[in-house]
């Protein structure tokens, strides 16, 4: 079987028709005054699953996870969580914990209390909490940190303490807001991975909310792309790369070079797309492009091939000069400027030490690409 | 004193020019307090060990400095602590230091009561008025205090304001006796002290992240047991700055009894202005000013290391 | 942040600036009432400014207040401004403990330890009590407050402004008058106010260390207060809340004007 990307999944609830929606949003729409934060969305998660809402600030993601945990009402549609209806529930009464992308910590109590907080609250006897403290600590590796103040750990170490404070009630959902934001690259990468096995191992639905593509391709197993309080696409990380639905996901995630054109005609699954230039392009997986509308193709820096001369076997090659090229070390990017003006980024890794068909500047080169190397987006 | 400012860890290099300029910057308010503010102190405390005297000034040794060190010598034996024990031979004096404690004490837990909710209120409110909120609480700050405490006489007197109205409403059948007693004295420290409740308290309140509240709705714990749990722990440092900022000044106020209080009325400030003025007795006066620095002392040390340790964290 | 501002937030902020400004208001409106009783209305009249302005006592007080409060709050702000750099500055010297205290002792110190103390120090030199001695007392009491003032605008200074003065060739003297002061003047400029009317306002410092011939307006209008409530004193209090009131409103008003300004421009910037 084919797939998108290298991964195949197991665990894939989403394209089972019978399984049931876990958190629901049902046409939900929230404004503040004049503003429309969130507008009328419909999403669904399931359980255990790791959902990532991705998009740029004021995009409405940290306004449906507020939505969630009880922070605001929605102004109209609803949201269900297992079943039930969560309108006029207050967040002291929701069975979602939220990790708060300041932490949230509170200054004056130590660690250990900071974690034993939710579960005073619950009336929990003293050495049940005792006990799911310590199970606690030592789940993000902070036994000997029990008594410090929030103020004497690091900032890995706070974000640790506010995981653990999240999970320590054993919430059916966990928000997670913005969770690597104030963490260093290094430790963001380490932490991702740790956050995957948490989730892996308590078995709870996480719903993160980010504006890092990398961290929710990484960690998520669906990512809702959004922009202007709408969803723009939900899919799987490979999906989203791969099979963007539209100019703006396709452009938002990952570098990418867009053609805009009209198809000229169309076969089956493949369509020829001329460019204002008059430069043709052909290409297999159309969607739903009929002849005559005005589309892009899209194509990812990685999937194009930078060389020299035209590539006898080339469906798809177009003619330009090297204007610029980036040696990163595991690959080189180059920018070619087509005829038309039009700069196209191409990246080759660099799996030989020495290259046969060396390019530099000015030179005249050829981009070519298979007719299934990208996507054709009408939207 | 001058070597007192002469080490700095921080002399900027720019030549003796300048490190003689930044030492300035100590030394010339540095004299200035101790002259005016420290050596004071230490006057108030020799005159209160003297003897009072018909003549000008009314006390003896004067220490004439024209006499050079022998007069200085013989001045100090004349010098007793007859005044202190004079202190403790009158009840008045025992009975105003300790009715002025308890007036202050009462006073500044009153002014925490109403000022608490005016800090809280402010600190929830949208961003965009708080500058304004603040400033209308300034305001009366800067208009005079004596002025703030007599428009209180024609409030609150049995022909004033506040009775006219309780009795037009029916509330009352007999004006209210309030000027001249005690609750006159509260209400005129609260009134006047007010700002300075507010302001330390919403500062505290205001530098409160507000996630914290959400973190703590959002493990189980209703609004009001969150208010107890988060938010009062996490002002205190405000709740203590206010209460010294009321309390310390309070129990010397002498303006509000004075105006207020009537002649019925017992307070520390208004004993030693008596004592001072009417009586002209300024070694007694000395005595009873040199008791209440003392009682004041501990307060005032903790205050100033509440501002200093405040300053650090600010920095 | 989104929360609502709570009916009980609004109503215990409307509550507390009412009772604030109620006493205020009141004064104000029986200064303009015609009847010698002050607590009977007895319809609008502005009789008593006139005979206020007649009363030369109390002009004679007003000139001798506003004097002392000018010079006072100009010499408190130079010392209070040093006092602020001393502090802020230099974390290290001998006898900073001791004079951290005397900067924040004076503020929250009874002013009739304050005032008896200031007093026998001028009998003790043998300065000759008047105009000089409230004026020295006022500048020693004030400058703490200007100190505090402007220190909590220098523990928020950028360093590295300075820094970059000097770097750029600016002497320590000039980088001080050129940058440093530049940015902290809004609250030398506040720090000054607050002494002003600090010391417009003071009674009982004022009544130890003044002498013949310097009474001030606080003295004068206590010794008529004592006597009872009068109109002619609304009257001048009136008048002095006026001035007061104008004053911080018009320097806020100027403020706001220059903060709205700068967001502007930031705004503008940022689209171009």
């Known amino acids: 079987m084919k797939s998108l990307g290298s991964i195949r999944r197991s665990f894939a609830p989403w394209n089972d028709p019978n399984a049931k929606p876990y958190i629901r949003f049902e046409n939900v729409t929230k404004r503040f005054g004049e503003f429309t934060a969130v507008n009328d969305l419909t999403l669904t998660i399931f359980e255990r699953e790791f959902f990532a809402l991705l998009g740029a600030s004021g995009c409405g993601k940290s306004t449906l996870l507020r939505m969630l945990a009880g922070f605001e009402e929605p102004t109209s549609g609803r949201i269900l969580l297992d079943g039930q209806d969560l309108r006029g529930i207050p967040p002291y009464r929701r069975p979602v914990n939220m990790m708060f992308q300041s932490y949230a910590l509170f200054p004056h109590m130590t660690v250990e209390k900071n974690i034993a907080f939710g579960l005073k609250q619950e009336g929990m006897p003293a050495a049940d909490i005792a006990r799911r403290v310590a199970e606690m600590l030592k789940l993000v590796k902070l036994e000997q940190f029990a008594k410090r103040k929030p103020h004497q750990l690091s900032g890995g170490q706070r974000q640790r303490v506010a995981l653990a404070r999240s999970v320590a009630k054993r919430p059916k959902v966990l928000l997670l807001d913005e969770p690597l934001g104030a963490l260093d690259k290094k430790l963001r990468e380490e932490t991702q991975f740790e956050l995957m096995d948490l989730q892996q191992e308590l078995g709870l639905t996480f719903v993160v909310v980010t504006h890092d593509q990398e961290e929710a391709m990484t960690m998520a197993d669906r990512i809702a792309i959004m922009d202007k309080g709408q969803v723009m696409q939900v899919a799987t990380p490979a999906e989203v790369y791969e099979a963007p639905t539209s100019r703006f996901v396709a452009g938002f995630v990952g570098n990418i070079n867009m053609f805009e054109g009209k198809v000229a005609d169309r076969q089956a699954n493949t369509v020829r797309i001329t460019g204002p230039s008059g430069a043709e392009i052909t290409v297999e997986n159309a969607g739903d492009a009929a002849a005559g509308a005005d589309v892009a193709f899209a194509i990812r820096p990685e999937k194009i091939r930078v060389s020299s001369k035209r590539p006898a076997d080339a469906v798809n090659a177009l003619q330009g000069e090297v204007y610029d090229i980036a040696y990163l070390g595991d690959m080189t990017v180059y920018h070619v400027r087509l005829g038309d003006g039009q700069i196209v980024r191409a990246s080759s890794l660099n799996a030989q030490r020495v290259t046969e068909d060396p390019l530099t500047w000015s030179d005249s080169a050829w981009v070519s690409f298979r007719p299934d190397a990208g996507v054709v987006l009408t939207r | 004193m001058t070597d007192a400012a002469m080490s700095t860890t921080a002399v900027k290099a720019g030549g003796p020019v300048n490190a003689v300029l930044n030492r300035l910057v100590i030394i010339v308010p540095y004299l200035w307090l101790l002259f005016f503010f420290l050596v004071p102190f230490l006057i108030v405390f020799k005159i209160s060990l003297s003897q009072t005297a018909i003549a000008m000034p009314p006390y003896t040794p004067s220490f004439d400095l024209s006499e050079g060190i022998g007069g200085l010598l013989s001045g100090l034996k004349e010098l007793s602590f007859d005044n202190y024990v004079w202190l403790t031979q009158d009840p008045l004096y025992f009975n105003a230091y300790v009715s002025s404690v308890v007036i202050a004490a009462v006073s500044t837990l009153l002014t925490l009561l109403v000022g608490y909710p005016i800090a809280y209120g402010m600190a929830r409110a949208p961003t965009t008025i708080r500058p304004t909120l603040l400033m209308l609480v300034i305001l009366p700050f800067w208009t005079s205090f004596l002025i703030r405490v007599y428009a209180w006489i024609g409030i609150l007197k049995p022909e004033g304001l506040l009775n006219q109205v309780l009795l037009a409403t029916g509330i009352i059948s007999e004006p209210l006796i309030i000027l001249n007693t005690y609750t006159a004295i509260f209400i005129g420290i609260v009134y006047s002290y007010l700002p300075f409740m507010v302001l330390p308290l919403y500062s505290a309140l205001e530098k409160m992240d507000y996630s914290l509240i959400e973190a703590a709705e959002d493990l189980g714990c209703p609004p009001i047991m969150a208010f107890w749990k988060i938010t009062f722990p996490l002002s205190i440092p405000g709740v203590v700055a206010g209460c010294l900022l009321v309390f310390i000044p309070a129990v010397g106020e002498f303006v509000i009894p004075d105006l207020l209080g009537g002649s019925q009325t017992l307070m520390i400030g208004k004993t030693l202005w008596n004592e001072f003025f009417a009586n002209r007795d300024w070694p007694v006066s000395s005595a009873v000013a040199v008791i209440l620095l003392l009682i004041l002392i501990v307060p005032i040390v903790f205050f100033q290391q509440a501002q200093a340790k405040a300053q650090e964290q600010g920095r | ?272």
């Open chain 3, 1 to 272: 942040m989104n929360q609502t501002w709570s009916r009980f937030n609004v109503t215990s902020v409307f509550l507390g600036l009412a009772f604030l400004y109620l006493p205020i208001v009141l004064l104000v409106i029986y200064s303009f009432n015609e009847s010698k009783l002050v607590t009977v209305w007895g319809g609008f009249s502005t009789k008593w400014y006139g005979s206020l302005f007649q009363n030369q006592g109390l002009m004679d007080a007003a000139w001798v207040t506003i004097r002392v409060g000018l010079l006072s709050a100009t010499v408190a702000t130079v010392l209070g401004t040093m006092a602020a750099l001393a502090l802020t500055r230099y974390t290290r010297f001998r006898g900073r403990m001791l004079f951290s205290g005397m900067v924040f002792a004076p503020l929250v110190m009874p002013d009739v330890i304050t005032g008896l103390s200031l007093l026998l120090l001028f009998v003790a030199v043998g300065f000759d009590r008047g105009f000089v001695t409230v004026t020295l007392a006022h500048i020693t009491l004030t400058m703490c407050f200007v100190a505090v003032v402007v220190q909590s605008r220098l523990l928020t200074f950028d360093r590295s402004l300075e820094e970059a003065a000097m770097d750029l060739g600016a002497t320590p003297v000039k980088t001080f008058f050129q940058v440093t002061l530049p940015v902290i003047l809004p609250a030398i400029v506040s720090g000054w106010m607050l002494a002003f009317t600090l010391s417009l306002d003071d009674l009982v410092i004022a009544s130890f260390a003044s002498g013949p011939g310097a009474t001030t307006l606080p003295m004068k209008i206590y010794s008529q207060v004592r006597l009872g409530v009068t109109p002619e004193i609304n009257a001048a209090c009136t008048i002095l809340i006026g001035i007061v009131a104008a004053g911080v409103i018009v320097a806020s008003v100027f403020n706001k004007r220059r903060e709205v300004q700068r967001l502007r421009d930031e705004q503008a910037a940022q689209r171009g």
